[in-house]
């Protein structure tokens, strides 16, 4: 397992994470078996928004004598009333519902304290204009019951604002090919429309959202990777064409600012089949081939460091230039912090001898040769 640093928040997670959504789906000696074999696989970051008993009884049992080897995504607002979950702000239900969660996790703190599933400016305005749920955010962070804030959003608007607080050190995304195209919506359901409508290339307002991360060094941990299981299956994929899991998973984690994609699991073979991520090929990864073969939409003339144009004769780092040039061009200034992680590579923009064999290689027709001009010409001028 290969592990990154998530963000500002120092914490090294597993490239392959746990999202914990399908616990209750089976009886509990399965669940905690099942937590147990990812655990053995070197997972170490599970995300708990669920409410219900049953799915955080069985991450506590799964826990016993292993709480120090986890990360946990613990949601502050993720109430369950009426034998049904709620998300509130209500403090009469937020309080117990997260007081719940550290009892019947056996632990006295959360890795990572989000602030749950905030999708609408209103909301964000609500929450963040201050009163008691947030004071109860910054209390428990200030007591060390968590150790860390993050937030759970599907909107780069909100996800840019997260980062812009400054105290908000992690955002959980969702993220995916076909979301990516999506412009920002306040409304998840919305998401799963309208794919036959030309679009074309990474959402704007996305791929910023992205730099900003990067930029601040705020991490992201990705849910929807697979799009609900839409994205594998080519009857429902708005490609047309199915993607494999270890394409999807490698879409996600070359998103600026990625640090781990968090998989619901049915049983240890959607453990096995993740994880092989890990051990897998550059062709077995190639995300990139099935979105410029799909018969539906197109990411023409745009990078998606997806690292078809290897290898290089003068072994620059091609998609990291351009992941670079990208963040930098997003700014009116170049920000130093990219300036510096550009000086890093051992091969620059400038030493591009310009024979375009990348380009040929190229699934989506960038332009490299000039792209390399460009990047030079921004990061090493004379």
Not at 347 to 373: L, N, Q, T, W, Y
Request: hydrophobic fraction near 35%.
């Amino acid at each position: 397992m290969e592990y990154r640093t998530l963000g500002k928040t120092g914490l090294r997670v597993s490239e392959i994470g746990f999202g914990g959504e399908w616990l209750e789906r089976h009886d509990a000696a399965h669940s905690v078996a099942l937590l147990k074999y990812a655990h053995d696989q070197g997972i170490n970051i599970l995300d708990c928004w669920m409410p219900d008993p049953k799915s955080r009884d069985i991450i506590g049992e799964a826990f016993v004598g292993c709480r120090e080897d986890w990360y946990v995504q613990g949601h502050i607002g993720s109430t369950y009333q009426n034998g049904q979950y709620v998300r509130s702000r209500d403090m009469k239900y937020v309080r117990p519902a997260f007081e719940d969660l550290l009892q019947r996790l056996h632990t006295d703190y959360i890795d990572l304290g989000m602030i749950h599933y905030i999708d609408s400016v209103d909301e964000w305005n609500r929450v963040m204009g201050g009163g008691e749920y947030l004071d109860y955010v910054k209390e428990l962070h200030a007591k060390g019951i968590i150790r860390h804030i993050g937030l759970s959003t599907h909107n780069p608007v909100i996800g840019k604002l997260a980062v812009e607080t400054g105290f908000i050190e992690m955002i959980l995304f969702s993220i995916n090919p076909a979301f990516d195209m999506r412009p920002a919506t306040e409304d998840l359901d919305t998401m799963w429309e309208g794919y036959d409508q030309g679009l074309s290339g990474i959402d704007p307002e996305r791929a910023r959202f992205y730099q900003m991360c990067e930029e601040q060094n705020v991490g992201i941990t990705v849910m929807k990777g697979y799009f609900g299981g839409a994205l594998l299956d080519p009857e429902r994929s708005p490609f047309g064409v199915a993607f494999t899991p270890v394409q999807l998973l490698h879409y996600a984690l070359t998103r600026p600012g990625v640090a781990s994609v968090l998989v619901g699991y049915d049983g240890p073979e959607q453990v096995d089949e993740a994880v092989s991520y890990e051990t897998a090929t550059d062709d077995a990864r190639d995300y990139a081939s099935v979105i410029a073969g799909a018969p539906l939409h197109s990411y023409s003339g745009v990078c998606t460091y997806c690292g078809h144009c290897k290898p290089c004769p003068v072994d620059i780092d091609i998609a990291m230039v351009n992941k670079f040039y990208d963040l930098a061009t997003a700014q009116s200034e170049t920000p130093q912090s990219v300036l510096e992680h550009y000086k890093a590579l051992d091969h620059r923009a400038s030493e591009c001898i310009g024979c375009k064999g990348c380009e040929s290689r190229c699934p989506f027709g960038v332009e490299i040769a000039d792209r390399m001009r460009k990047a030079a010409a921004l990061f090493e001028p004379e």
